[in-house]
C-alpha cells in the first residue's frame, strides 16, 4: 500500500518540474504595454530575470513595445510572437554605457546595445515577430573619428557567450551595426529577416572572433556590409559555416575584414544569392553593391582554409576581390602594431557573376608578401566592359596601406582578374565576357609564382593579349581558347622567366 501512496507525489512532483521548465513569462504580466509609447525597459528587464532564475520563456506577446537597454542572461529564450515588435527607445538615456569583458578594436565607443549579454550560455532569441531599432532616430553629430561612432546602440551584442541561437525573427532599422557577436562560441543564426538601411555603418551582422558558427537561411537588405567576418581582437574567426542565404548590400555582401587581427580560418560559403538592394539610394557604396565576395587581410592575422562555393551574384560592381594589405592598425593602443599577415590555401569555383561593373576583379598582395595558394574554379563573369587601351596600360599604385576596398585601385588594366603579388595560383574554366568591346586582357598577372592557367575563354575582342604575364616565373598556360578577333592569346614579357605553353587554341 505505502508503493501506491507514493505514486501520486512522485506524479504531481514530475507536473510540478514540467511546469517549472515550460513556465511562461509574458512581459505584460509584469505591466508592459504594447501601444509603442510607454518605457517598458523594466517590465521586459524583470521577466527576463525571472526566467534565468526559474527557466521557461520570455513571450513578447502582439503589439509595439518600446524598450531601452535589456540584459540578456543565460538560459533565457526570448520569444517575439507574431505580431509583436519590440522597439528600441529613441532616448539615449536608456541606454546605458556597456562593457564586452574583450578588449577589441572599438571598445571605446561602441558600448551600447538594445540586448546585450556577456559572458553568458544558453540564450535563444526566436519567434516570427519583429526587433526594430528606430536607427534614424540616431543622428551622427559628427564625421570625426572615433566620436561619429558614439551613441549609436547595436540592436544586438553579444560577448564571451556560448550556445546562442537567434531564429525565425525580422530585424531592421538598427542604429549601428545590426548585431554583433565578438568571441562567442556555439553560435547558430538561421531563418532571419534582416533590412538596415537607417543610418551608417548598417551591417546585418558582424561576427568577430567566434567559433563554431553556422549562419544559414539569411534574407537580408543593408547599406553598409553583409554578412560579415570580422576579427577586432586576437581571437580569431573560425570554423564557420554559411550557407543558404540572400543577401543584397551597398557595399560588399560578404565580407572578411577590414578587421584581422587575430585572423581568419576554416570557413565555408556556399548555396548563396547575392543581388542588388531593394534601396535604390545609398548612404555608402552603391545602388547595387561595390562587391559580392571580399576577403581581406590588413591589420596582420592569417586568413586559410577557406571555400566559397555555388554562388550567383548580380550586378555588384566587382564579383570578386581579395587583398592582403598592410594598414597595421592596432586593435588597441597599447598592442603591439601587427605584422603583415598572410592569406593561405583560399578556393572560389562554381560562381555566376552577371552585371558586373567595369572594373575588374583583382587578387592583389603587397611585396614580399604574396596571396598564397588561391585557385579560380569554373568562374563565369559578365561585365558592362567599355576599358580602354589607355585603362590596360595604366598600372595601380600599391597603396598597401590604403582602407581595403574592391575599387581601391580605379578601373583594373584586367577586365577579368588583375592578379599582383601572389603565388601557387591555379585558374580552371575561367569565362569573362562583357556587353561592350573592351581593349584590356581577361587575365593580367604581374609578379606571380609557381601558377597555372587552364580552361580560360575569352569571348569578345581585346586590344591586349587575352592573358598577359607581366613577371613572375614557373607557369603553365594550357588548353586556353582565345576569341575570333582577339589580338593574340598571350602576351610573355622578359621579366617572366620559365612558362610552359601547351594546347591552347583559337
Same mark, same amino acid.
Given at each position: 500500500?505505502?508503493?501506491?501512496?507514493?505514486?501520486?507525489?512522485?506524479?504531481?512532483?514530475?507536473?510540478?518540474?514540467?511546469?517549472?521548465?515550460?513556465?511562461?513569462?509574458?512581459?505584460?504580466?509584469?505591466?508592459?504595454?504594447? $501601444?509603442?509609447?510607454?518605457?517598458?525597459?523594466?517590465?521586459?528587464?524583470?521577466?527576463?530575470?525571472?526566467?534565468?532564475?526559474?527557466?521557461?520563456?520570455?513571450?513578447?506577446?502582439?503589439?509595439?513595445?518600446?524598450?531601452?537597454?535589456?540584459?540578456?542572461?543565460?538560459?533565457?529564450?526570448?520569444?517575439?510572437? &507574431?505580431?509583436?515588435?519590440?522597439?528600441?527607445?529613441?532616448?539615449?538615456?536608456?541606454?546605458?554605457?556597456?562593457? &564586452?569583458?574583450?578588449?577589441?578594436?572599438?571598445?571605446?565607443? &561602441?558600448?551600447?546595445?538594445?540586448?546585450?549579454?556577456?559572458? &553568458?550560455?544558453?540564450?535563444?532569441?526566436? %519567434?516570427?515577430?519583429?526587433?526594430?531599432?528606430?536607427?534614424?532616430?540616431?543622428?551622427?553629430? @559628427?564625421?570625426?573619428?572615433?566620436?561619429?561612432?558614439?551613441?549609436?546602440?547595436?540592436?544586438?551584442?553579444?560577448?564571451?557567450?556560448?550556445?546562442?541561437?537567434?531564429?525565425?525573427?525580422?530585424?531592421?532599422?538598427?542604429?549601428?551595426?545590426?548585431?554583433?557577436?565578438? %568571441? !562567442? =562560441?556555439?553560435?547558430?543564426?538561421? %531563418?532571419?529577416?534582416?533590412?538596415?538601411?537607417?543610418?551608417?555603418?548598417?551591417?546585418?551582422?558582424?561576427?568577430?572572433?567566434?567559433?563554431?558558427?553556422?549562419?544559414?537561411?539569411?534574407?537580408?537588405?543593408?547599406?553598409?556590409?553583409?554578412?560579415?567576418?570580422?576579427?577586432?581582437?586576437?581571437?580569431?574567426?573560425?570554423?564557420?559555416?554559411?550557407?543558404?542565404?540572400?543577401?543584397?548590400?551597398?557595399?560588399?555582401?560578404?565580407?572578411?575584414?577590414?578587421?584581422?587581427?587575430?585572423?581568419?580560418?576554416?570557413?565555408?560559403?556556399?548555396? !548563396?544569392?547575392?543581388?542588388?538592394?531593394?534601396?535604390? @539610394?545609398?548612404?555608402?557604396?552603391?545602388?547595387?553593391?561595390?562587391?559580392?565576395?571580399?576577403?581581406?587581410?590588413?591589420? %596582420?592575422?592569417?586568413?586559410?582554409?577557406?571555400?566559397?562555393?555555388?554562388?550567383?551574384?548580380?550586378?555588384?560592381?566587382?564579383?570578386?576581390?581579395?587583398?592582403?594589405?598592410?594598414?597595421?592598425?592596432?586593435?588597441?593602443?597599447?598592442?603591439?602594431?601587427?605584422?603583415?599577415?598572410?592569406?593561405?590555401?583560399?578556393?572560389?569555383?562554381?560562381?555566376?557573376?552577371?552585371?558586373?561593373?567595369?572594373?575588374?576583379?583583382?587578387?592583389?598582395?603587397?611585396?614580399?608578401?604574396?596571396?598564397?595558394?588561391?585557385?579560380?574554379?569554373?568562374?563565369?563573369?559578365?561585365?558592362?566592359?567599355?576599358?580602354? @587601351?589607355?585603362?590596360?596600360?595604366?598600372?595601380?599604385?600599391?597603396?598597401?596601406?590604403?582602407?581595403?576596398?574592391?575599387?581601391?585601385?580605379?578601373?583594373?588594366?584586367?577586365?577579368?582578374?588583375?592578379?599582383?603579388?601572389?603565388?601557387?595560383?591555379?585558374?580552371?574554366?575561367?569565362?569573362?565576357?562583357?556587353?561592350?568591346?573592351?581593349?584590356?586582357?581577361?587575365?593580367?598577372? $604581374? $609578379?606571380?609564382? $609557381?601558377?597555372?592557367? =587552364?580552361?580560360?575563354?575569352?569571348?569578345?575582342?581585346?586590344?591586349?593579349?587575352?592573358?598577359?604575364?607581366?613577371?613572375?616565373?614557373?607557369?603553365?598556360?594550357?588548353?586556353?581558347?582565345?576569341?575570333?578577333?582577339?589580338? =593574340?592569346?598571350?602576351?610573355?614579357?622578359? =621579366?617572366?622567366?620559365?612558362?610552359?605553353?601547351?594546347?591552347?587554341?583559337?
Amino acid at each position: 500500500m505505502r508503493l501506491f501512496r507514493i505514486y501520486p507525489l512522485l506524479t504531481a512532483l514530475l507536473l510540478s518540474i514540467c511546469s517549472l521548465q515550460a513556465q511562461v513569462w509574458e512581459i505584460t504580466r509584469f505591466g508592459a504595454k504594447g $501601444d509603442g509609447v510607454i518605457d517598458n525597459t523594466a517590465f521586459i528587464q524583470q521577466a527576463v530575470d525571472s526566467c534565468h532564475l526559474h527557466g521557461g520563456k520570455v513571450v513578447i506577446p502582439p503589439g509595439k513595445f518600446l524598450s531601452g537597454t535589456i540584459i540578456l542572461k543565460s538560459f533565457v529564450i526570448l520569444h517575439i510572437s &507574431a505580431g509583436a515588435i519590440l522597439m528600441a527607445h529613441t532616448d539615449l538615456r536608456k541606454y546605458p554605457t556597456l562593457s &564586452a569583458g574583450i578588449p577589441f578594436y572599438g571598445e571605446d565607443w &561602441a558600448q551600447q546595445a538594445l540586448l546585450f549579454a556577456s559572458n &553568458a550560455e544558453q540564450i535563444t532569441l526566436e %519567434g516570427t515577430g519583429v526587433i526594430d531599432g528606430q536607427g534614424a532616430s540616431f543622428p551622427v553629430i @559628427t564625421d570625426k573619428k572615433p566620436d561619429r561612432y558614439r551613441n549609436r546602440p547595436y540592436l544586438i551584442w553579444m560577448a564571451g557567450c556560448r550556445h546562442i541561437s537567434v531564429t525565425g525573427i525580422t530585424l531592421q532599422n538598427s542604429a549601428f551595426w545590426m548585431q554583433h557577436f565578438l %568571441g !562567442c =562560441e556555439y553560435l547558430r543564426l538561421d %531563418g532571419l529577416n534582416i533590412w538596415n538601411h537607417s543610418n551608417r555603418n548598417n551591417d546585418m551582422m558582424d561576427i568577430d572572433g567566434c567559433r563554431y558558427v553556422t549562419i544559414s537561411n539569411i534574407t537580408g537588405d543593408s547599406d553598409d556590409d553583409g554578412i560579415t567576418l570580422k576579427s577586432t581582437s586576437p581571437l580569431p574567426a573560425e570554423h564557420i559555416t554559411i550557407t543558404n542565404c540572400i543577401l543584397s548590400s551597398h557595399c560588399n555582401a560578404l565580407k572578411f575584414g577590414t578587421e584581422s587581427t587575430g585572423g581568419f580560418r576554416n570557413v565555408t560559403i556556399s548555396n !548563396c544569392i547575392i543581388k542588388p538592394s531593394r534601396k535604390t @539610394t545609398t548612404i555608402y557604396g552603391k545602388p547595387a553593391g561595390i562587391s559580392g565576395v571580399s576577403l581581406e587581410v590588413v591589420d %596582420g592575422g592569417l586568413m586559410q582554409n577557406i571555400s566559397i562555393s555555388d554562388l550567383v551574384i548580380e550586378g555588384v560592381e566587382v564579383p570578386l576581390f581579395v587583398r592582403l594589405g598592410n594598414r597595421g592598425r592596432k586593435f588597441r593602443d597599447t598592442a603591439a602594431t601587427p605584422p603583415v599577415g598572410a592569406i593561405q590555401n583560399v578556393h572560389f569555383s562554381n560562381i555566376t557573376a552577371t552585371g558586373a561593373g567595369e572594373t575588374g576583379c583583382s587578387i592583389v598582395g603587397i611585396p614580399g608578401s604574396p596571396v598564397n595558394g588561391l585557385t579560380l574554379s569554373n568562374i563565369r563573369i559578365s561585365m558592362c566592359g567599355g576599358g580602354t @587601351t589607355a585603362d590596360a596600360l595604366q598600372w595601380p599604385e600599391e597603396k598597401e596601406k590604403d582602407y581595403p576596398e574592391g575599387t581601391m585601385f580605379g578601373k583594373l588594366p584586367a577586365a577579368g582578374f588583375f592578379i599582383r603579388h601572389a603565388a601557387g595560383i591555379t585558374i580552371s574554366g575561367l569565362s569573362v565576357t562583357t556587353s561592350q568591346a573592351d581593349q584590356r586582357s581577361m587575365l593580367v598577372l $604581374d $609578379d606571380v609564382q $609557381d601558377w597555372r592557367i =587552364e580552361a580560360v575563354y575569352g569571348m569578345q575582342p581585346v586590344g591586349q593579349p587575352l592573358i598577359n604575364i607581366i613577371s613572375g616565373r614557373n607557369g603553365v598556360v594550357n588548353n586556353n581558347l582565345m576569341a575570333i578577333g582577339a589580338k =593574340e592569346f598571350i602576351g610573355i614579357s622578359k =621579366e617572366a622567366k620559365n612558362i610552359t605553353y601547351i594546347s591552347n587554341r583559337k
